[in-house]
């Protein structure tokens, strides 16, 4: 007996292999969509990280001067002082009595030198504090930035595990932006 072919059988495996591919297709456009979002979503807290970390540098930067204007400050004051002293040490050395208010004016001079190392010396914890907390948002920043990258590798090569390593990777810059954000 001889087998007659049904036309119809062919039509329906073309049918069924389209309809693999694409749902393959569909599955790969879902992933990229996915990879896509998430990295948008990445791109954010990196501007976020990128943000704080430029506003802890300028404070810092900030202090420092003030800083630096309080220990000029302090300088001016301690010349002061010394010329206060020296003047009351040759009045003393001549025999000849100290006005009162030089005495006053030495210690009004030793009380603002106190008061302004005092100030400059807080100025400088303060640079110091913003500049630790600029390092732990920088820190954010590059590995965010690393994540972006890897995604767009794993974009182009279709590789999971790419997308899995960013995706670690932003894991650990959302740490530092947390313990950045903590340390305020």
């Not at 010349?79 to 030495?106: C, F, H, R």
């Amino acid at each position: 007996m001889v087998e007659i072919e049904d036309p119809t059988e062919k039509l329906k495996e073309t049918i069924e292999a389209l309809e693999e591919k694409e749902e393959a297709e569909e599955k790969r456009e879902r992933w990229t969509t996915s990879v896509a979002l998430t990295t948008a979503f990445v791109a954010v807290l990196a501007a976020i990280a990128g943000m704080m970390a430029g506003h802890h540098a300028n404070e810092g930067m900030l202090e420092q001067i003030k800083a630096s204007d309080k220990w000029a400050f302090y300088q001016a004051k301690s010349i002061k002082s010394d010329m206060a002293s020296n003047t009351i040490q040759l009045l003393t050395a001549m025999g000849q009595p100290v006005p009162p208010e030089n005495t006053l004016k030495k210690a009004s001079l030793e009380k603002d030198k106190a008061d302004i190392k005092a100030d400059a010396e807080s100025s400088e914890k303060s640079s110091e504090e913003h500049m630790h907390e600029h390092i732990v948002f920088s820190r954010a920043v590059t590995i965010f930035q690393v994540a972006i990258a890897i995604s767009a590798i794993a974009i182009v090569t279709r590789k999971k595990f790419m997308w899995y390593l960013s995706m670690s990777l932003a894991a650990l810059a959302c740490v530092f932006l947390i313990l950045g954000f903590l340390a305020q």
